[in-house]
C-alpha cells in the first residue's frame, strides 16, 4: 500500500527557534499534501492544503508566516514552524494523496515539544 | 461548512462483542465520501471504511460494517467479534467531493475493548 513517512518522529526545540518536519511518500506520486495539528485527547485540525509547485492553502486561523508549507516535489512536503513558542507544543501529521483519489494515507505524526 | 458530531467521547465492550460507534454530520453537499479512521496509541491513522454518498448499499470491511443513512445523516460503524487490537481512537470523517479533497473530522470515540 502507499506509505507515508515523517522525519523527525519527535522534536524539542528552543522557544523562539525554527523547526522543519518532513513529509514524504514512499512510494507513490502525491499530487497533494495536507498538514494537520492534533492536541493532545482532541481530534486533527487540518492546518493546510498544499499542491506540488504552488502555494500552499491554509485554512481560517492558521497563520502562512508562523508555518512554512514548501511542496517541492510529487513526494516531499516540509512543515517549517518559525520562531516556535511553547503553545506550539502539539502533534503534527501530515498526510498525501494521489492524482483523482479521494484516499488520504496519514504519515506516523511529529511530536513537537518547545521548551 | 461540513460539521461532524461524534456524541459519544468513550466507549467499552467486551471482547468478541458487538459495539455500534455514532456519528451525525451536516452539509447541504450532495456528492461527498464519508470515513471511519481509526488511531491505536501509536497515533498512526489507519482508515477502517468509507463510504460514498451515491451508493445506497452500506460498506463492509469483514468486521467492520457501517449504517448510512442518508436523509437522516447519519453514518455509525459497528465493529463485531470485538478484539482487544480494536482498542483507540475512531474518527468519522466528511469529504467533499470536487473541492481540495479536504477532511473534516468528528472530535472521536475512544473505544477500549475488555478482555
Known amino acids: 500500500g502507499a506509505v507515508v513517512s515523517q522525519h523527525p518522529s519527535r522534536v524539542i526545540c528552543k522557544s523562539g527557534t525554527s523547526v522543519k518536519i518532513e513529509c514524504r511518500s514512499l512510494?507513490?506520486?502525491?499530487?497533494?499534501m495536507f498538514w494537520y495539528r492534533q492536541f493532545p485527547k482532541q481530534s486533527l485540525m487540518l492546518m493546510a492544503t498544499s499542491n506540488e509547485g504552488s502555494k500552499a492553502t491554509y485554512e481560517q486561523g492558521v497563520e502562512k508566516d508562523k508555518f512554512l508549507i514548501n511542496h517541492a516535489s510529487l513526494t516531499l512536503s516540509t512543515l517549517t514552524v518559525t520562531s516556535a513558542h511553547p503553545e506550539d507544543s502539539s502533534f503534527y501529521i501530515c498526510?498525501?494523496?494521489?492524482?483523482?483519489?479521494?484516499?488520504?494515507?496519514f504519515g506516523p505524526g511529529t511530536r513537537l515539544t518547545v521548551t | 461548512a461540513q460539521t461532524v458530531t461524534q456524541s459519544q467521547p468513550e466507549m467499552s465492550v467486551q471482547e468478541a462483542e458487538t459495539v455500534t460507534l455514532s456519528c451525525t454530520y451536516d452539509?447541504?453537499?450532495?456528492?461527498?465520501?464519508l470515513f471511519w479512521y481509526k488511531q491505536p496509541p501509536s497515533r498512526q491513522m489507519i482508515l477502517v471504511i468509507r463510504?460514498?454518498?451515491?451508493?445506497?448499499q452500506n460498506a463492509t470491511e469483514n468486521r467492520f460494517s457501517v449504517n448510512f443513512q442518508k436523509a437522516a445523516k447519519s453514518f455509525s460503524l459497528k465493529i463485531s467479534d470485538s478484539q482487544l487490537g480494536d482498542t483507540a481512537m475512531y474518527f468519522c470523517?466528511?469529504?467533499?467531493?470536487?473541492?481540495?479533497?479536504?477532511?473534516?473530522f468528528g472530535k472521536g470515540t475512544k473505544l477500549t475493548v475488555n478482555p
Open positions: 463510504q460514498e454518498a451515491y451508493k445506497q
Open positions: 470523517a466528511f469529504m467533499k467531493l470536487g473541492g481540495s479533497e479536504k477532511l473534516v
Open positions: 512510494d507513490f506520486q502525491a499530487t497533494t
Open positions: 452539509t447541504s453537499e450532495n456528492n461527498y465520501y
Open positions: 498526510s498525501a494523496s494521489l492524482q483523482d483519489s479521494y484516499e488520504q494515507y
